[in-house]
């Protein structure tokens, strides 16, 4: 059983970083994927990026690219998502999700676990 805990949200000012986390419990993200989703108030759940454990290849939404940066630990329990450049529009709840067969896919259907989300607020 996977248990997956978010922390490192906060307020920051337009331009700035934060670095979220996301750390399980229970088992290790061996051969799991990760990733992250955000929903923003009236808007639905979306896609931004993901890790594939077995082979840290990593995918992010066009939103974000160039500016996240997703990397993992070396003991296999703790996802980061360092988000630089941020945009009031980056205001959201950020949830980490784990895929269990490693396909890292953008869908939010493919993840069974899902952690209680951490919000971050980036004002102009």
């Known amino acids: 059983q996977v248990q997956l805990v978010e922390s490192g949200g906060g307020l920051v000012q337009a331009g700035g970083s934060l670095r979220l986390s996301c750390t399980t419990s229970?088992?290790?993200?061996?051969?799991?994927?990760v990733g992250w989703f955000r929903q923003a108030p009236g808007k639905e759940r979306e896609f931004v990026s993901s890790?594939?454990?077995?082979?840290?290849?990593?995918s992010y939404a066009d939103s974000v690219k160039g500016r996240f940066a997703i990397s993992r630990d070396n003991v296999a329990t703790t996802v980061y998502l360092q988000m630089n450049s941020l945009k009031p529009e980056d205001t959201a709840v950020y949830y980490c999700?784990?895929?269990?067969?490693?396909?890292?896919?953008?869908?939010?259907?493919?993840?069974?676990?899902w952690g209680q989300g951490t919000q971050v607020t980036v004002s102009s």
């Open positions: 999700a784990a895929d269990r067969l490693g396909r890292a896919g953008a869908s939010s259907s493919l993840y069974n676990y």
């Open positions: 229970g088992r290790t993200f061996s051969g799991y994927a």
């Open positions: 890790i594939r454990w077995s082979f840290g290849s990593t």
